[in-house]
């Protein structure tokens, strides 16, 4: 039966596909058979199927649809920046059919109505499944601790004061104490502030060269040391946000070792990108935490391939235009990254040979359900047809009308880089697909 983009019946199979889960790559091409918005079926060779609507992929890569813990989506309050409808499409647009949302909003995701407000919009624009985070502390002021259970209740599936740490040590302890009996991880967006005051890159080479004020490594690792102990103590599950030195691997890379409930996220810019891209004073390359040396770059590269870093998140922090032209040190922290986190990891990652497509794809998909425990299905009979295929070696480049998020500030405007999402399937639901095709 002919396949039709315009209408994806309500049975198919997807033919002449790669499958990669669980960390490989089929060498042998197969199939995939979706019912109703499940799995009805999946393997190698040719479907034992009749009588149902065939689309030849004509050698995709076929994965699990990709998760990214740690998103802005703005809404409600900055909504010129992004909302959950432009970001979520803009997710889909990334292979992305699952995201999980940033509390830092205005006003910020503090209690069990917040929580409500953003999965009901993103169920009625339906382009990825969400997942909000509730604040740590009411407003993000770090002085209390907000209602855990209610907003868990509603469908928070963590904690964070993310976009400022959570100063105050007791307050931290209680946190990963109360979320640990809650099952749900505390996120740490590590940094002391003492350490790092002003600054507004990384302390180093570039930052003295160039006459701004530097953010020193040990800004990050002294937090996370804090933070590990904590979690030690407590038993409660801590989550590394945003990875950016070499310390900060090792101190995560020990912890686990010691049997400490940690997880680590990296984004694809510290992985990709060290501190001289600020050469030429872009805000595009103003984040927080910033761009660090070779070496940090290096290491954190080295711990998502050997699994001490457990997953790629995007940190995906859209600014308007205007306030990316402010000058360097006035600028917003933040750059964009749900539709380019696929070709950058295959550009930095895969060609360079730190990790295998099985290995992102694990880190971009598997990995982070499991790290935050998500109830999304897996790439196997019965599960939810939320699904990706995938170009690993279609190269494109980065430019203002590739993207669909409202906002624009990408660090890879104008790169070329390799891997296209070509098609993403929510609960086998089309969501995106490559207009190319």
């Excluded at 809650?182 to 005051?197: K, N």
């Excluded at 060609?351 to 794809?361: I, P």
Aim: glycine share 12%; with cysteine.
């Amino acid at each position: 039966m002919e396949w039709s983009w315009k209408r994806i019946p309500a049975e198919y199979v997807v033919r002449d596909v790669r499958i990669c889960r669980q960390g490989k790559l089929a060498k042998r091409k197969g199939y995939l058979h979706v019912k109703r918005g499940v799995i009805e079926g999946i393997g190698v060779g040719a479907p034992a199927v009749e009588g149902v609507p065939v689309f030849d992929a004509g050698g995709l890569v076929l994965a699990p649809g990709f998760v990214d813990l740690h998103v802005h989506f703005r809404e409600p309050g900055q909504e010129e920046k992004e909302t959950i409808a432009t970001g979520s499409r803009a997710a889909a647009a990334g292979g992305f059919t699952g995201v999980v949302t940033m509390p830092n909003t205005e006003p910020a995701v503090d209690n069990s109505g917040m929580i409500r407000y953003q999965i009901d919009r993103a169920r009625e624009h339906n382009f990825c499944r969400v997942f909000p985070t509730g604040a740590v502390s009411p407003g993000r002021k770090g002085e209390a601790m907000t209602e855990f259970g209610d907003m868990v209740a509603a469908g928070a599936v963590g904690f964070t004061d993310d976009g400022d740490p959570v100063a105050d040590g007791a307050l931290m302890a209680s946190a990963l104490k109360y979320a640990g009996m809650l099952g749900v991880p505390i996120i740490s967006h590590a940094e002391d502030p003492t350490i790092v005051g002003s600054g507004v890159m990384h302390g180093g080479y570039w930052s003295a060269r160039l006459g701004l004020s530097g953010m020193a490594r040990a800004g990050e690792d002294a937090a996370v040391f804090r933070d590990i102990e904590l979690a030690r103590a407590s038993g409660g599950h801590l989550h590394v946000a945003h990875v950016s030195t070499k310390g900060t691997v090792e101190l995560i890379r020990r912890a686990k070792a010691e049997g400490v409930h940690v997880t680590a996220e990296a984004t694809p810019h510290h992985f990709s990108l060290d501190h001289s891209r600020c050469r030429d004073y872009s805000p595009l390359f103003k984040m927080a935490p910033p761009l660090r040396e070779p070496d940090d770059v290096n290491a954190v590269a080295e711990g998502l391939a050997d699994g001490t870093i457990d997953c790629i998140a995007t940190d995906h922090a859209p600014h308007t235009a205007t306030e990316k032209e402010y000058q360097f040190d006035q600028a917003p922290f933040g750059v964009i990254g749900l539709e380019t986190a696929f070709a950058v990891g295959v550009t930095y990652l895969v060609k360079t040979g730190v990790m295998d497509l099985g290995g992102l794809v694990r880190a971009m998909s598997e990995n982070p359900v499991s790290a935050f425990n998500l109830p999304l299905g897996k790439l196997e009979e019965g599960g939810g047809a939320d699904f990706v295929l995938l170009d690993p070696d279609e190269e494109w480049t980065v430019s203002p009308k590739t993207l669909l998020s409202r906002s624009r500030n990408s660090a890879y405007m104008g790169e070329t880089l390799t891997g296209r999402v070509k098609a993403t399937f929510l609960r086998g639901r089309l969501t995106w697909r490559d207009q190319a095709e």
